[in-house]
């Protein structure tokens, strides 16, 4: 086949949406020429290690303002900011002039997708997708903080229904709506509709996970479990392989300042502690048996570790499920609270609503979680299943099958003029 070009559009509003589409590029990159677009793009000597020309996306929502509209109950997109945008869309596709797009999480595309005549992939999981049944988890926003930990699993079970829960998500689409309506394009009728855009959806989740009787026409690839390589820590030799290791990380996304406060008599259990994190409260966790850092590499740390607490989202949730590792997810967003529900319902993991964290459910979890011979055991079978998927070889595949049943459209040239 003859090279193509293909363009990556990833709004990286946490870090998990570059780390998990880099495989892919790279995969890529030997047969096609292939650029991606995101924020702050790594150097040009990672330009030249990737084989992948990086180009700045400017207008992509700052992570801690995202994070933060996240936690006051919002998605932080008005009309303003989306056609700020598409206009910077635009100017990469004519700049690039692409053969095939692959987006993750870049939400502008799908006020231009139609019009461009070029093919999109949209890399997205599949609890995001209209397919998938689920009843729409609360996230931690400022009515569940103020109904407080009983009183908000009491509203969530009973009150935050479909009827409820839909219109109230729904609400976010009006920017988007609006726009559609101005350029003629039938309106989303809900969120999962927004995050499903496309020519080809495609799910760095494993079918196993997913299987509800119901027909799949979007593609999965298996979890991207992939991490970055970063030196080994000095004091990863000091780990005691006889006593039962806790890892703890937060990510870039979680919700942490309740589990900083319970953590200085969290760690006084008797096992020993990893905990990754820039926090200042815990620089003062000082002990043979606690070990700080700010980084560290998940592939030479997992054969120590036995169980884990994270924020309950995809990109270390499949990571340490792909290593037989059981976890603690302590969501608070809705990505974190669907990803958290889909591996809880198959019993590969636990799930607690990052409001209701208290010193009691943890050291309850934990204890759980290291000596439940039954969970052990499902997680490594699940395991097993996880690293059958080659996602790299499938996603490479799709694209190759793609590109060669497209041929450059008309349309692209009239749009990009």
């Known amino acids: 086949m003859e090279t193509k070009k293909v363009l990556f559009f990833v709004e990286a509003v946490t870090a998990a949406h570059l780390i998990r589409v880099l495989p892919l590029a790279k995969s890529l990159s030997g047969q096609h020429k292939v650029f991606l677009a995101t924020l702050n793009p790594p150097s040009e000597l990672m330009n030249k290690i990737l084989d992948i020309e990086f180009l700045p996306l400017d207008s992509t929502v700052p992570p801690k303002e995202f994070l933060e509209g996240l936690y006051q109950g919002c998605l932080p997109y008005n009309e303003s900011r989306l056609r700020e945008q598409m206009a910077e869309d635009m100017k990469i596709i004519k700049q690039v002039r692409p053969d095939l797009i692959v987006v993750d999480f870049r939400l502008s595309i799908s006020l231009q ?51 409820l829960s839909r ?11 609006k726009i559609r309506k101005e350029i003629h394009l039938a309106p989303f009728s809900q969120l999962q509709d927004l995050y499903s855009f496309g020519d080809r959806l495609v799910h760095p989740d494993p079918l196993e996970l997913f299987e509800n009787g119901r027909s799949w026409d979007s593609l999965f690839l298996g979890p991207i479990t992939k991490m970055p390589e970063i030196p080994k820590p000095d004091w990863l030799h000091k780990l005691d392989p006889q006593k039962k290791t806790i890892y703890i990380s937060m990510g870039s996304s979680g919700r942490s300042e309740k589990l900083m406060r319970i953590l200085p008599d969290l760690v006084k259990e008797p096992y020993q502690w990893v905990i990754i994190s820039n926090e200042d409260e815990t620089k003062s966790l000082v002990a043979e048996n606690i070990f700080v850092d700010q980084f560290v590499s998940l592939p030479q740390l997992a054969p120590h570790v036995d169980f884990a607490i994270i924020n309950g989202g995809s990109a270390q949730g499949y990571f340490f499920l792909s290593q037989g590792i059981p976890f603690l997810g302590i969501a608070s967003n809705m990505d974190q609270h669907l990803f958290s529900q889909c591996v809880t319902r198959k019993q590969l993991a636990y799930y607690l609503r990052s409001e209701t964290l208290t010193l009691k459910k943890v050291r309850e979890f934990i204890k759980k979680g290291v000596w439940n011979q039954e969970l052990k055991m499902r997680c490594e079978g699940f395991a097993r299943i996880l690293q059958s998927y080659q996602p790299e070889r499938t996603f490479t595949l799709e ?19």
């Open 399 to 417: 694209i190759d099958k793609i590109l060669k049943k497209q041929s450059r459209p008309l349309l692209l040239e009239q749009r990009v003029q």
């Open 113 to 163: 997708a139609s019009t461009l005549g070029i093919p999109i992939v949209n890399l997205q999981n599949a609890f995001w997708s209209s397919r998938y049944s689920f009843k729409n988890p609360m996230p931690d926003i400022p009515l569940s903080r103020l109904l407080g930990s009983t009183a908000s699993s009491i509203f969530e079970k009973v009150l935050w229904s479909p009827l």
């Open 167 to 177: 219109p109230i998500l729904n609400w976010f689409l009006r920017p988007f709506n």
